[in-house]
């Protein structure tokens, strides 16, 4: 399907479920890389590491967890990206909330959007 272009800075968020569980890294960003001027960027502090939604970790070590979205959020912010792809919407809402607790939000998507962006941009 044609897709249009898209010119964004792009960092994506591996979720955990996907890269630790599923070993699914590689696929996301292809998809995010065939829209064309999308720049995909990468986390180069702790790439791996959650951003402590974890499922309902984010409710029962609240602390713990808003250091990890924290720290999550300041490796991503890193990148100069101007927006946040992530494929889980409990990561999603997590880096949303420390990216604005830091003065800086960004939009977060999940990848199908800015895909669904690109295609309606081609017509």
Same mark, same amino acid.
């Given at each position: 399907m044609p897709r249009g272009p898209l010119p964004r800075r792009v960092a994506y968020h591996d979720a955990c479920h996907l890269a630790h569980a599923q070993g699914i890294r590689a696929q996301p960003r292809e998809l995010? &890389?065939?829209i064309p001027?999308?720049?995909l960027l990468e986390v180069a502090t702790e790439p791996g590491m959650c951003c402590g939604s974890a499922g309902i970790y984010n409710l029962v070590q609240p602390q713990a967890a808003a250091e990890l979205g924290e720290r999550k959020? &300041?490796?991503l912010l890193a990148t100069g990206a101007d927006a946040i792809a992530a494929g889980n919407p409990g990561c999603a809402a997590q880096l949303d909330l420390h990216l604005r607790r830091l003065g800086r939000p960004l939009p977060v998507h999940h990848p199908i959007e800015l895909l669904a962006e690109s295609i309606a941009a081609a017509t």
């Open positions: 995010l &890389r065939s001027e999308l720049e959020a &300041r490796n």
